[in-house]
């Protein structure tokens, strides 16, 4: 998968989790992504995330990373 700033790249999932408050749940993050605009490949990342609570963009990019490549591929 390319690691750039489109896509599933990490920079652009954080980008569309701006405003998000912490501590929060992954329901949470995915609404503040679908009213950032995010894109439908963004939301089933977040959404496939491990865990269900956050306690900050850290740990939302910890658990990103944690995810398998096929997982963050657009389907």
């Known amino acids: 998968m390319t690691r750039g700033l489109g896509g599933t790249?990490?920079?652009n999932?954080?980008?569309y989790l701006k405003g998000a408050h912490y501590p929060t749940g992954?329901?949470?993050l995915v609404a503040t992504a679908r009213s950032n605009g995010a894109p439908?490949?963004?939301i089933e990342v977040?959404?496939?995330l491990p865990q269900d609570?956050?306690?900050?963009p850290q740990?939302?990019?910890?658990?990103?990373?944690q995810l398998d490549?096929?997982?963050?591929?657009?389907?």
């Open 9 to 11: 790249a990490p920079a």
């Open 13 to 15: 999932v954080q980008n």
């Open 26 to 28: 992954k329901d949470d």
């Open 40 to 42: 439908k490949e963004i």
């Open 46 to 48: 977040l959404e496939s």
């Open 53 to 56: 609570e956050f306690g900050g």
């Open 59 to 65: 740990e939302v990019m910890k658990a990103y990373g």
């Open 69 to 75: 490549d096929d997982e963050r591929k657009p389907s």
